[in-house]
């Protein structure tokens, strides 16, 4: 067998294992990495070292650094306090808050992680649209396409653009 046979059926596994949903996507993916690791280094296509060097780890160490800070920020009820506080003073007009609430999800997603951003966002619209008895639904499309525009500001914004740039080198100039 080949090793770009053994690759795809490697890729088909994974996807099998994801479409049917009997384990989590995390315990897949990582499943897959390691048969690829073992396949890659018994093929001798890449050996250990190479490993390492494919893995990186500045971005990795951003990512959970800011999933931590937003973690944090959630328990201690920063969100729902700075969604309440808007309320309070737009007075719960639903077209203001609208408003405030996209240009908010924007704002998030462009200095975290858009699936944090996004989590952040849907469950303080979903609250606070609770509490005012209104339905979020449209909001939430609404936030949803804009976090992705907003995961487009800054190099920072989304894993894609944090690893093009330290691939690329690009860093922020003084």
Sequence with gaps: MTPTMIFSLIFVLILLILITGRYHRSVAAML???LV?????RYGL???GDI???VDVETV??????MILCEALGRSGFFQFLG??????IGGCER??????VFLAMLFSSVLVNITSMIIMGSLTVSLFRKLKKDPKRLILYE????DVGGLMLMVSSTPNMIVVSEVNIGYKK
């Excluded at 949803?144 to 976090?147: E, F, L």
């Design 32 to 34: 897959g990495a390691l």
């Design 37 to 41: 690791m073992g396949f890659g280094v």
């Design 46 to 48: 890449f050996g250990m």
């Design 52 to 54: 390492i060097g494919f």
């Design 61 to 66: 160490i951003l990512v959970i650094g800011l």
């Design 84 to 89: 309440l506080s808007l309320a309070n003073a």
């Design 96 to 101: 203001k808050l609208t408003i405030i609430f």
């Design 144 to 147: 949803a396409v804009v976090t």
